[in-house]
């Protein structure tokens, strides 16, 4: 199983990334998809979580109305729109993903997933 995030990059702060999760070796309809972040010096956190049917999300509160989770299933493929990106975003971001407990609408994004990419560094400068 592997997890594969791109996207990250340096931005001005009020700018947008677009970060990608690539899946392999899973099929990715069976799993909740997570994104997380580890600033410097911070424990990391969850940053918002997507359930296989596309149905249910959530979302931290430091990032609700500016990221948006998305999935292709087909594509194997999640997705964090990050849009008005503040300097407190800076932090390595980690894709997640862990099977479903219950049907397509499962959702949980805790610190315990199944499985986990290497990151994608996002700096956002102020």
């Known amino acids: 199983v592997q997890l594969v995030e791109s996207g990250g990059g340096l931005v001005q702060a009020g700018g947008s990334l677009r970060l990608s999760c690539a899946a392999s070796?899973?099929?990715?309809?069976?799993?909740?998809i997570g994104w997380f972040r580890q600033a410097p010096g911070k424990q990391r956190e969850a940053v918002s979580c997507?359930?296989?049917?596309?149905?249910?999300?959530y979302y931290a509160d430091s990032v609700k109305g500016r990221f948006t989770i998305s999935r292709d299933n087909t594509k194997r493929t999640g997705y964090l729109q990050m849009n008005s990106l503040k300097a407190e975003d800076t932090a390595v971001y980690y894709c997640?993903?862990?099977?479903?407990?219950?049907?397509?609408?499962?959702?949980?994004?805790?610190?315990?997933?199944?499985?986990w990419g290497k990151g994608t560094l996002v700096t956002v400068s102020s």
């Open positions: 997507i359930s296989s049917s596309d149905d249910f999300t």
């Open positions: 997640a993903a862990d099977p479903l407990r219950g049907g397509p609408g499962w959702l949980t994004c805790h610190h315990d997933m199944r499985h």
């Open positions: 070796g899973i099929n990715l309809d069976a799993y909740v």
